[in-house]
């Protein structure tokens, strides 16, 4: 789940070419996030790396920075920098990267590796790894690394889990799309949401209005179905 634009963090830009990122971490479950400097590889070849101009907070962040979830994670990594709805500008490439070039707006989503070999990596669906997915924060790299997410100033990424936002697309806005966005396309879009189809969406929250505005988009017929009206205007 995430929220969206009236609670994006903005992040001051310093050290843009260091490789000491500072950040927002939880140093354990109970305490609120504090400023946190810790270490960012150099870029591999096929590497990317952002300068980070917005992240959104989803409730996800909050679920993990408070270890809620450690019995269906295999572990909570403390202290944990969360962001997974990361939107940022392109500062350098390692040496083959095809994909991406310097000023190149973009996004990283929830994760950011997976093992590339199994079934579900080879069909493109990354996401569904069964061997080794590598979670955007409180996951490890293949090297045991753990990785940090999107409440910092720069991330370091492989070019194939890195999205292009469109020129058109404003990186504040976009950034939600990361994470709330793909988790009401994915299932539009399997189900062939359009003209002639009808989408119930349940709820009008931060996922809700995503899937009200995507279903719209792809021109279906919408309706919300909701407990009261409060939301009706919207
Ligand atoms: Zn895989
Ligand atoms: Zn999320």
């Given amino acids: 789940m995430s929220t969206y634009k009236s609670d994006t963090v903005v992040l001051e830009q310093e050290n843009k070419n260091t490789k000491t990122t ?22 591999r070849e096929h590497d990317v790396v952002i300068d ?46 095809s994909k991406y070039k310097l000023g190149d707006k973009v996004g990283v989503g929830c994760f950011v590796d997976s093992c590339r070999t199994c079934a579900e990596c080879k069909a493109g669906l990354e996401q ?10 409180n996951g490890r790299e293949h ?7 999107g409440y910092s100033e720069m991330i370091v990424v492989d070019e194939n889990y890195v999205l292009r936002i469109p020129e058109n697309l404003a990186l504040d806005a976009a950034a939600p799309l990361l994470c709330a966005g793909i988790t009401l396309y994915s299932p539009l879009r399997h ?25 719209h988009a792809m ?5 919300v179905l909701s407990q009261s009206l409060k939301k009706q205007a919207d």
């Fill in 191 to 215: 189900w062939n949401a359009g003209p002639g189809k009808s989408v119930a969406i349940v709820g009008m929250g931060g996922l809700g209005h995503m899937g009200v505005k995507l279903a």
């Fill in 128 to 137: 569904y790894c069964t061997v080794h997915g590598v979670y955007t924060y």
């Fill in 22 to 43: 500072k950040g927002y971490a939880a140093a354990n479950p109970t305490t609120p996030l504090a400023p946190f400097s810790f270490e960012r590889r150099d870029p």
């Fill in 52 to 97: 980070i101009k917005y992240c959104g907070i989803c409730h996800s962040d909050i679920h993990q920075t408070r270890d809620e979830w450690s019995e269906a994670l295999e572990e909570s990594i403390f202290p944990m920098v969360p962001g997974h709805e990361i939107v940022g500008i392109v500062t350098r490439v390692g040496d083959k990267v």
């Fill in 143 to 149: 090297d045991g690394t753990p990785t940090y997410g």
């Fill in 219 to 223: 021109g279906a017929e919408v309706t």
